[in-house]
């Protein structure tokens, strides 16, 4: 089974900046895409930010310029959040779409969450 834990999030004021990071245990053998998403209370789950097995990166309209995810090769992921907002107040997910072995249908694996909270 794979694992996904996400962990560096936080209180930080306006404007300011954190670094969430997805690390991943567990059997897995190719990385379709990993995508960062965030559910703020009363509202659905909105996806953030994706970055697909060729590099290619997305953004919600309402990060762009102002967070960058990345990978390495670990199976990392993370998302530096720079001139944070309190509307970027949420938990923050991390999701995967991968195969545990080269005969397995790619499947979603979700973390179970980081608090980010932006306030004076």
């Known amino acids: 089974q794979v694992q996904l834990v996400e962990s560096g999030g936080g209180l930080v004021q306006p404007g300011g900046s954190l670094r969430l990071s997805c690390a991943a245990s567990?059997?897995?053998?190719?990385?379709?895409?990993m995508a960062w998403y965030r559910q703020a209370p009363g509202k659905e789950r909105e996806v953030v930010a994706s970055i697909a097995s060729g590099g290619s990166r997305n953004y919600a309209d309402s990060v762009k310029g102002r967070f960058t995810i990345s990978r390495d090769n670990a199976n990392a992921m993370y998302l530096q959040m720079n001139s944070l907002k309190p509307e970027d107040t949420a938990v923050y997910y991390c999701?995967?779409?991968?195969?545990?072995?080269?005969?397995?249908?790619?499947?979603?694996?979700w973390g179970r969450g980081t608090q980010v909270t932006v306030s004076s």
């Open positions: 999701n995967y779409l991968l195969k545990s072995s080269f005969s397995d249908y790619p499947r979603n694996f």
């Open positions: 567990g059997r897995i053998f190719s990385i379709n895409s």
